[in-house]
Each structure stands twice: as structure tokens, then as C-alpha cells.
């Protein structure tokens, strides 16, 4: 390779180690924890009680118990369950959230890798703060902290009472005669609902690398979403795993997952060996404690003012000050800044500016990883060569450190990863490791049928299913609305905001949406709620002519941020696409949009 000095070079470069890593076969290069691998899906966190099928009716069913069943449902019991009890006559209790995993906190139910914690600062990521009275302990809080909120959020707004928990459905079907939505599961209920909406998660599935031998592998081995502390030792608030002391250990994978985990991992270890494909990048955490004086001084609607302030910055536009004060709002800052100091701020100007900023953001990354790492060659093997928005930024203090220890091993594949598994253990580079334990980092499925990731069909009016309506991509109003579906609702940032670096933003306006075409279906007792068949095409028109869409870039470093760098399928580009103007430009068009009520593109029936 050329030198890195000029942006050409530096292009180049990036191209170079892009074009390592593309393979023909994108997203298939993964397996399906299905079959022989089916056990990899098992919930380690709950024992399973028996009982009886439910067959029964509730108002509002919602499947997810994550923050997005949450969110919603709590709105929803706020602001519907009193017309729902005035109208009906029912139970304020009526909405029932039926979910996958032992209790509530989605991600952060599975996900209990030693680390996790939020990459967006608690103040922003944790929603409902200030309805539930809690003060994040740390600016960036740690897994066990989120799931007790999720919990709290549970308890506090009664959404335990009526929640089905170990529970996975296997279908949703509109029963057009009954006009309710019958919801079928693993445990043989059929809960009828007048409403549903589903919050199944972006990323939810975990996935395995499609490894030449994987399943000879006769060792202990475990995806990180399913952490097994029985094996490991210690737990989720990261007491030392003391089990692994004697343990040769691998982890595959290098993502934002395994920089939060492999700290831990190093401690422990008797020998760790991580299998790299590509580097993340890795800016400073800065983790601090939450000043009680000061958190106990922030004024009413306080959460509200910090999730538009990061959004704005992170998302390019402007304000007075920046609250949240880390590595996502920098970049952007320097956007702006750069933008000023050019003096130009046509489209192409701005590109020019973000380029500008990125390219010096990660030199400055690169020189990190010099200055923490001691090993030169270990030092030049994580540096990463992409935009840091191809993937998925990754910011710890601990992360490059731990490449220090001589007990752990970094194995650079250089792009081509891990080349086969045997019984024994694992062969990259030509040579193998023998390894007690593997440990896959090696995230979840994203660009897959929709009903895939669900892990249920779901079928409208006539026998449509929602597979076959997207035959062709992702088509709705708003990203909550299918024609074809009454009183169906989606969860999730796709066809909205598309804000993909705080997801839990998405959820609290979906609440706010979903809650106020809910009253209003009340109010005006409609048996049906659905977006005209119009209305979802103007919207995708929108949209796609908008070209807003996330990842795209087509220097970038293959992903799930870019369909594994498969680009250009249609269906492909419907599933990410966003508001034309960006997330606030949404929020402040349906907050305008639901407030008129005359809920434009639906019909009440
Ligand atoms: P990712 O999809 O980001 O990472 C998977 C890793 O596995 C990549 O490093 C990938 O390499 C590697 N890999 C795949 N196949 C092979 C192979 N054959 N050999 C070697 N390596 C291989 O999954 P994560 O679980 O890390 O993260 C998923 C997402 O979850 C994040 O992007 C983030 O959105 C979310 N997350 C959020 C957190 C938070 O907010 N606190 C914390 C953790 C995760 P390659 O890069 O080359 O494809």
C-alpha cells in the first residue's frame, strides 16, 4: 500500500481494506442458531414454570417486553387505559406485553456479557427517568443498573400484572370476522387483542459464523447474548470469572460487544486468544459517577430537552450548548465546525466538511492505539481503516489496554477470519489454537426477512402476510402503519427517524403516537384502524426520493451497518430508509401530524 498522508491515499486505503473484506456471500456467511445450534438460543436466566394456555382477550397486547414494549405500554396504560376503562368498561390493566425472555429489559435481559453497558450516555439512552424517579449511578450505566430499570419501568406503571413472560409467539393473525388480532405462542395460548403492536428488536436474533467445522468444535462454547456464568464464573456486575484462571480461551468477533467484554475476559483468563477480522474503532469513555447534586438540580422536562440536544448534535444540526459532552456529539461538532471554517454549507459542502472531520477524527484514533498499545505489530493490527460511522463506534478506557497483558493474545486475520474450527479448536493464519472455550462475539442477524428476525409470520386481512408485503422492502406510513393491518403497530426506528445511535429516542415518540391514535380510535369508538393504501405509498415515496437512508457509504468496510456491503437491492434500501430531513425534522412533522387529529393517511372505521 501507498502511504496514508493526502485524503486520496487515505481513500484508497479505505477501498483497499474494504475491498479484502467483501464477499459474495454477505448476510449467508452466517448460520441460524436453528437445529444442532438451536441450544446456543436457550434462555439461561429463567426456569420455565408450567401453565395452563391462555385463551382470552385483552385491549392492547404488545409483543416485546425491551424498552420499546415498555415505553409504549406505559404511555399507552397513562393515556388509553382511562378511555379504555370508560369506554369498555375494562380493567385500566388491559394491555398485556407477551414476551420472549423470563422478564422484561430485551437486550439487556440476554445481553449480560461481564461490561455491558450503554454507549450513549444513561441520560439519554435510559428512558422514562424522570416519570420513574431514577438517577443513572454513572454517565454511561452498566447492564445490571438498565435491566433493574427495565424492571422498574414495569413495576412502576403495573405492566407485570398482566405480561406473559417465557413466552415466544409463533404467529399473529387478523381474524377480520372477530376484527381482533389472535395471537398464537410456544405455549399454546391464543390471546385475541383489539390492539397489537410489535417491538421485536433490531437486533434480536443472535447469529453464528458460518465457520468451515463449527459443529466437530468439542469444547465448551457460547454466544455472548447468552453468557454462561455457570461455566465462566462470576457474574453480571463483572465479578472476577473465576473459573476461566486455568482456561485457554478464544473469542471471536470484535465488535461493540467483545470491547465491552474482552476487558473482563483478559483479567480472568488464564490465556485469551481474540480472533480479529476487522478492528473497531475506539475512542475514550470517560465514565464518571453521577454528581446527586447536580442531577437532583436539573429542571422538569429535563430528559426531554437532553434527548433533542443529542439528537440535533448528533445528527448535524445546531445548539447553544452541548449537554452530553462525548465522542458522539464531538464528531459531529467538528462537522459544524469545519462547515464554519470553510464557509460552505451546500450539501457538497457539508459532505466535504464531514469528510474532513472524519478523516482527522481517526487519525487521531489510529495515534490512540499507538499510544496505549505496547506491541507495535499488535498496535498496527487494531487500527481500523474505514469512516468511523461504517460501523458501529466503540468507546472504553480498558479495550486497547488489555492487549497489554501477557496472557492475552491478538490473532489478526486481516480481513479473512477465522478460517476453520476443529475439535480441538480454532485455525486462523494457517496455525491452530487449542482452546478450552469459544466465545462468539459475533452478533445478530439485521439484514434478514423481517419475519426471520420476529421469529413469527404475521397475516392481515385476506391471508396477506407481512413477508409478502415486503416482498419488495419495508412499506408503512411512518414506519408503524401497514395497509392491510388493522390495529397493527410497529416499534422501531426504520421508515421514522431512523435514529440508529440512541435507539430508545424512536421508542418514546412511537409512545406518544401509538398512544394518541389509540385515543383517538376510542373516542370515536372504531372497530378498525388502517393507513390507506395511498398514504403508505406516498410515505415510501417520500422517502425514497429523500434517499435518506443510513450506512450506505460505499467506501465503507463491510457490516451489518451496510447489508455486508451488499448495496444495491431495493428491498435492501426500503427497510433503512428515513424521514428526508432527518430525525428531528420527523419528530417535529408527527408531533404536528398527530396533534391535529385528523391523523392523516388513517381511517378510523
Ligand atoms: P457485530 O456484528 O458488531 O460484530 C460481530 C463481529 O464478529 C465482528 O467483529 C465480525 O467481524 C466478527 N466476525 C464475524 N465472522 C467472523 C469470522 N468468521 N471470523 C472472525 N470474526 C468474525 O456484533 P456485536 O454483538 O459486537 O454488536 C452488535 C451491535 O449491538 C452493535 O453494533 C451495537 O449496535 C449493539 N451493541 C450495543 C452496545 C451498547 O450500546 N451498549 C454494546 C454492544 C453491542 P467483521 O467486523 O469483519 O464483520
Given at each position: 500500500m501507498t502511504g496514508v498522508d493526502t485524503p486520496d491515499q487515505l481513500r484508497e486505503r479505505y477501498r483497499h481494506e474494504r475491498d479484502k473484506r467483501l464477499r459474495p456471500d454477505g448476510n449467508d456467511q452466517y448460520i441460524q442458531p436453528v437445529g444442532r445450534f438451536a441450544h446456543y438460543l436457550d434462555d439461561v436466566w429463567a426456569e420455565v414454570a408450567p401453565r395452563e394456555p391462555l385463551v382470552d382477550e385483552v385491549t392492547f397486547a404488545f409483543i416485546g417486553g425491551g424498552f420499546a414494549g415498555l415505553v409504549v405500554s406505559a404511555r399507552v396504560s397513562q393515556v388509553v387505559g382511562k378511555a379504555v376503562d370508560e369506554a369498555l368498561g375494562e380493567a385500566v390493566d388491559d394491555i398485556r406485553i407477551i414476551e420472549k425472555g423470563g422478564d422484561f429489559g430485551g437486550t439487556w435481559y440476554w445481553n449480560r456479557y461481564p461490561g455491558a453497558m450503554c454507549d450513549t450516555t444513561s441520560f439519554v439512552y435510559m428512558p422514562l427517568l424522570e416519570?420513574?424517579?431514577?438517577?443513572?449511578?454513572?454517565?454511561?450505566?452498566?447492564?445490571?443498573e438498565i435491566l433493574d430499570h427495565a424492571r422498574r419501568?414495569?413495576?412502576?406503571?403495573?405492566?407485570?400484572?398482566?405480561?406473559?413472560l417465557s413466552t415466544e409467539v409463533t404467529s399473529l393473525d387478523w381474524d377480520d370476522n372477530a376484527k381482533r388480532w389472535i395471537i398464537s405462542t410456544n405455549r399454546g395460548d391464543a390471546i385475541r387483542a383489539r390492539f397489537v403492536a410489535i417491538g421485536a428488536g433490531p437486533l434480536h436474533r443472535p447469529k453464528l459464523p458460518g465457520i468451515v467445522g463449527i459443529e466437530t468444535y468439542g469444547g465448551h462454547s457460547f454466544h455472548t447474548s447468552r453468557w454462561d456464568y455457570g461455566y465462566t464464573g462470576g457474574d453480571p456486575a463483572g465479578a472476577p470469572m473465576t473459573n476461566l484462571a486455568d482456561k485457554r480461551v478464544g473469542i471471536i468477533g470484535t465488535g461493540a460487544t467483545a470491547v465491552q467484554c474482552i476487558p473482563h475476559l483478559a483479567r480472568s483468563s488464564g490465556e485469551l486468544t481474540v480472533f480479529q477480522r476487522t478492528p473497531s474503532s475506539v475512542d475514550v469513555r470517560n465514565n464518571a459517577a453521577t454528581d446527586a447534586e447536580w442531577f437532583a438540580a436539573l429542571r422538569d422536562g429535563w430528559q426531554q430537552e437532553w434527548l433533542e440536544n443529542f439528537t440535533t448534535l448528533q445528527t448535524g444540526g445546531f445548539v447553544d450548548e452541548d449537554l452530553t459532552m462525548d465522542g458522539w456529539t464531538d464528531l459531529a461538532q467538528r462537522i459544524r465546525d469545519k462547515a464554519i471554517e470553510n464557509g460552505d454549507f451546500t450539501p457538497e459542502g457539508l459532505t466535504k466538511a464531514y469528510h474532513d472531520s472524519d478523516d482527522e477524527k481517526m487519525v487521531e484514533l489510529r495515534a490512540r492505539v499507538d499510544q496505549v498499545v505496547n506491541d507495535p505489530v499488535t498496535a498496527e493490527s487494531l487500527k481500523a481503516w474505514y469512516r468511523q460511522l461504517c460501523k458501529r463506534p466503540c468507546f472504553h478506557d480498558e479495550y486497547l489496554q488489555a492487549?497489554?497483558?501477557?496472557?492475552?493474545?491478538?490473532?489478526?486475520?486481516?480481513?479473512?477470519?477465522?478460517?476453520?474450527?476443529?475439535?480441538?479448536?480454532?485455525?486462523?493464519?494457517?496455525?491452530?489454537?487449542e482452546l478450552d472455550v469459544i466465545i462468539y462475539?459475533?452478533?445478530?442477524?439485521?439484514?434478514?426477512?423481517?419475519?426471520?428476525?420476529?421469529?413469527?409470520?404475521?397475516?392481515?386481512?385476506?391471508?396477506?402476510?407481512?413477508?409478502?408485503?415486503?416482498?419488495?422492502?419495508?412499506?408503512?406510513?411512518?414506519?408503524?402503519?401497514?395497509?392491510?393491518?388493522?390495529?397493527?403497530?410497529?416499534?422501531?426506528?426504520?421508515?421514522?427517524?431512523?435514529?440508529?445511535?440512541?435507539?430508545?429516542?424512536?421508542?418514546?415518540?412511537r409512545a406518544q403516537t401509538i398512544a394518541a391514535v389509540l385515543t383517538h380510535a376510542l373516542d370515536v369508538d372504531a372497530t378498525e384502524v388502517e393507513v390507506t393504501a395511498e398514504a403508505e405509498a406516498a410515505w415510501v415515496k417520500l422517502l425514497e426520493d429523500g434517499g435518506r437512508t443510513f450506512g450506505n457509504d460505499p467506501d465503507c468496510t463491510p457490516g451489518y451497518y451496510n447489508n455486508e456491503g451488499q448495496l444495491a437491492s431495493t428491498e435492501g434500501r426500503r427497510n433503512f430508509l428515513g424521514f428526508?430531513?432527518?430525525?428531528?425534522?420527523?419528530?417535529?412533522?408527527?408531533?404536528?401530524?398527530?396533534?391535529?387529529?385528523?391523523?392523516?393517511?388513517?381511517?378510523?372505521?
Open positions: 416519570e420513574t424517579g431514577h438517577m443513572p449511578s454513572e454517565k454511561y450505566a452498566h447492564g445490571p419501568i414495569g413495576h412502576h406503571y403495573g405492566l407485570y400484572d398482566s405480561a406473559v492487549f497489554n497483558r501477557p496472557n492475552v493474545t491478538l490473532v489478526n486475520t486481516d480481513g479473512r477470519g477465522v478460517e476453520r474450527i476443529d475439535e480441538t479448536g480454532v485455525w486462523a493464519n494457517g496455525e491452530h489454537h462475539a459475533s452478533g445478530f442477524e439485521v439484514g434478514t426477512d423481517y419475519a426471520r428476525r420476529c421469529g413469527f409470520e404475521t397475516t392481515g386481512r385476506d391471508g396477506r402476510t407481512l413477508t409478502k408485503h415486503w416482498a419488495d422492502g419495508m412499506i408503512s406510513l411512518h414506519g408503524i402503519h401497514m395497509h392491510g393491518f388493522p390495529n397493527l403497530f410497529l416499534v422501531g426506528p426504520n421508515q421514522g427517524a431512523n435514529l440508529i445511535s440512541n435507539v430508545p429516542h424512536n421508542f418514546v415518540e428526508p430531513d432527518g430525525p428531528m425534522a420527523y419528530f417535529a412533522y408527527i408531533d404536528q401530524w398527530r396533534s391535529t387529529g385528523r391523523f392523516e393517511g388513517l381511517e378510523f372505521r
